[in-house]
């Protein structure tokens, strides 16, 4: 059986409770019951059963029924209401209430999101857990979808309700199957012309879509961040490679690279440049360099060209179709995993002046205060379009500028006190290279051997690249955003490929979609309702183009300039933009469990179907793989850190044999419930 045919049945495996529950009549089905309140409602069910003695109608579901008309439902989502209680058994016999109503009118009961409830599904059992908890939670989920709230709603038998559920189920079975940008075509080079075809007539629209003034927010935000971002990795690079590469290279590499993406690229919305794991892939091949007595940039060239031909080779293959085996897994473990880098650079970064014996403690506390600043300022006015005050214009631009209102903020506060000497951002005044050689790097000037041997690392580096950017392409592409225009993962390969091998030529540090820029990027442009929710994303090209052309620009003209802002200003927005990162991360919310009082737990999907310990667990083997490339992208193996990346498909496929299958598919869904995604800092 292929490994396709086995996704699909534990995709069909999932759902087999719930399909179970309407659909073969185990679930009583009362409709159109008249009822103000959920006290009513629980009246009805208990007249229900106790009509017939084998619906297990004893005086612990009594006493349960009316102790939840006093104190409400476990949980309210999707205009549902779900009781799930377990009581003992009586006399030995077990009980096994599973009740589904639908009220004539709405309750005076509503959900977090202010829908009215119109259905109460009531689970009562003996067991520690009903089997048909996972039911109510799928249908309650699919509540949020308008065809079967609708014809839910509309249906005028039980058959048509349960006909209506399993339809829904049916439809969410098959936006699970293989999207068709993810199938083989079988032909060199037809998933790139797939890609092409597809994104073709949206070219120009991309353009005319950013003339918005989100987009100018997006932009303001997103340069002060990706110019933060490539000026202190170049300082890392200059650090790790002897000064070779530094803060100029990676600024150049950024605004090259930035806007041949937004002209060049599928899909323009991430952002790509220098990144943590590729930074720190970069000072262990400068150590083997050091150690086998080769020259660094001529070698690095090499690699370069061979990684920027494996990375065409994997495009010209459809090798993005392996993106499948992909999931929730393995993205919320590197998107941790970038979170902490940058979140600890930050922190690195402030604590060394604490610890610096010429910088004075109330340089160092200005630094944390205007670090601090930065981060709260921008998190507050990046909330601020659900807060009540003012009018809601104003709110929207308050929230899409916020970041660069703290910028300029805490940049204005920084000068406002001249007395107190603060370490400024570190920009060369004129453009040159790091260190005194020609732009162009010749490969050639390396020993013959090594012109084969570079191929070893190569790979290495091709698979952190094409691991980095399909994870980030698939995090961009996420269905909570609603995108309209699909990815563009083979294609967008290739072009990654071509400014690999370009960048190698000129000295230049490699780029790759930036997991946590490219998120920014996208929240900076999301679009909400009234209510708070996604309802799109201003799909552009402009934001991106327009980031980079600014970077060009301050490379080209005001490098001096750029010296007035404040590190501290830069760390603060390093934190900011980290935390964003970890606060829209299912990981983060799931290891919060461990210090949770579980009465207090969230309704979300997983907690409603899956046991508790079952979470901790799958959390937990998150948590290993997170701490081992934590401790590989440091140690004396770390040349191999981007396997350990590529290892995360394999663990997480071997979960199948460890977990249910239906508990793997709810921890590991693409999505949960309409908009629990929005929690994170951009909202």
């Not at 299958?661 to 869904?669: E, K, N, R």
């Amino acid at each position: 059986m292929s490994e396709d045919s086995k996704n699909g049945l534990e995709i069909e495996r999932s759902r087999k409770m719930a399909r179970r529950a309407l659909v073969h009549g185990r679930t009583l089905i009362l409709m159109d019951v008249e009822a103000e309140h959920l006290d009513d409602v629980l009246d009805a069910v208990g007249e229900e059963l106790a009509k017939d003695p084998t619906t297990g109608y004893r005086d612990s579901v009594r006493e349960s029924l009316r102790r939840h008309g006093d104190s409400g439902p476990e949980v309210l989502d999707g205009g549902v209401a779900i009781i799930h209680d377990s009581v003992p058994a009586t006399d030995g016999i077990p009980v096994n209430v599973d009740v589904l109503v639908r009220v004539t009118e709405p309750l005076a009961l509503r959900d977090d999101e202010g829908e009215a409830v119109r259905f109460v599904w009531v689970l009562i059992t003996s067991e520690k857990t009903h089997p048909h908890v996972g039911a109510a939670a799928e249908f309650a989920h699919l509540m949020h979808h308008q065809d079967l709230s609708d014809t839910a709603t509309a249906a005028e038998t039980p058959e048509e309700l349960a006909a209506a559920f399993e339809h829904a189920l049916k439809q969410e079975i098959d936006l699970k199957r293989i999207p068709p940008e993810l199938e083989r075509t079988g032909k060199l080079f037809g998933g790139v012309a797939r890609d092409i075809k597809r994104h073709l007539p949206h070219y120009f629209a991309d353009f005319r879509e950013g003339f918005k003034l989100k987009v100018i927010g997006s932009v303001l935000f997103m340069f002060v961040a990706c110019l933060a971002a490539a000026v202190a990795f170049g300082g890392l690079l200059s650090t790790l490679t002897g000064g070779q590469i530094g803060a100029v290279e990676s600024l150049l590499a950024s605004a090259i690279c930035g806007v041949a993406w937004a002209l060049m690229a599928g899909q323009p919305l991430p952002i790509v440049g220098a990144t943590g794991p590729n930074v720190i892939f970069t000072g262990i091949l400068y150590g083997l360099c050091q150690q086998f007595d080769v020259p660094f940039l001529p070698t690095a060239a090499c690699v370069g060209l061979w990684a920027g031909f494996f990375l065409i080779v994997l495009a010209a293959t459809d090798a993005s179709a392996l993106i499948r085996y992909f999931t929730r897994f393995t993205d919320e473990v590197f998107a941790a995993l970038i979170g902490l880098i940058f979140i600890s650079e930050a922190a690195h970064d402030l604590a060394g002046s604490f610890q610096d014996p010429e910088v004075s403690e109330a340089t160092a506390l200005f630094e944390l205060l205007l670090a601090l600043g930065t981060t709260v300022v921008a998190i507050a006015l990046s909330r601020f379009r659900r807060k009540p005050y003012l009018r809601a214009k104003f709110r929207e631009f308050l929230s899409d500028f916020g970041p660069a209102i703290a910028i300029l903020a805490m940049s204005l506060l920084a000068h406002a006190w001249p007395s107190i000497e603060l370490p400024k951002l570190d920009a060369p005044d004129h453009l040159a290279p790091s260190i005194d050689r020609d732009w162009f790097v010749n490969p050639m000037e390396v020993p013959t051997w090594v012109w084969g041997a570079s191929a070893i690392p190569a790979m290495l580096l091709t698979i952190l690249i094409w691991v980095n950017q399909n994870i980030t392409a698939r995090l961009t592409n996420s269905p909570d955003y609603k995108l309209k225009h699909g990815p563009s993962f083979h294609w967008d390969m290739a072009v990654m490929g071509i400014l690999v091998g370009t960048m190698s030529m000129f000295g230049l540090p490699w780029v790759v979609g930036a997991v946590v820029r490219s998120l920014n990027h996208v929240k900076s442009l999301v679009v909400l309702d009234k209510r708070g929710r996604t309802v799109g994303v201003v799909e552009n090209r402009i934001s991106n183009l327009m980031i980079h052309v600014l970077i060009g620009a301050a490379v080209l003209f005001f490098l001096p300039y750029l010296s007035l802002i404040p590190m501290a200003v830069l760390f603060g927005l390093f934190l900011f933009m980290g935390i964003g990162t970890l606060g829209g991360n299912q990981f983060v919310d799931r290891f919060k469990l461990w210090i949770m009082d579980p009465s207090l737990y969230p309704p979300t999907h997983y907690i409603r179907a899956v046991p508790v310990r079952f979470i901790h667990w799958y959390t937990g083997i998150q948590f290993v793989c997170l701490a081992v490339l934590w401790v590989v992208k440091t140690s004396i193996i770390g040349i191999l850190f981007p396997f350990f990346v590529a290892m995360l498909v394999p663990i997480r496929m071997y979960l199948k044999k460890v977990f249910r299958p239906h508990h793997l598919a709810l921890l590991d869904a693409e999505e949960g419930p309409a908009d629990e995604e929005f929690k994170e800092i951009g909202a």
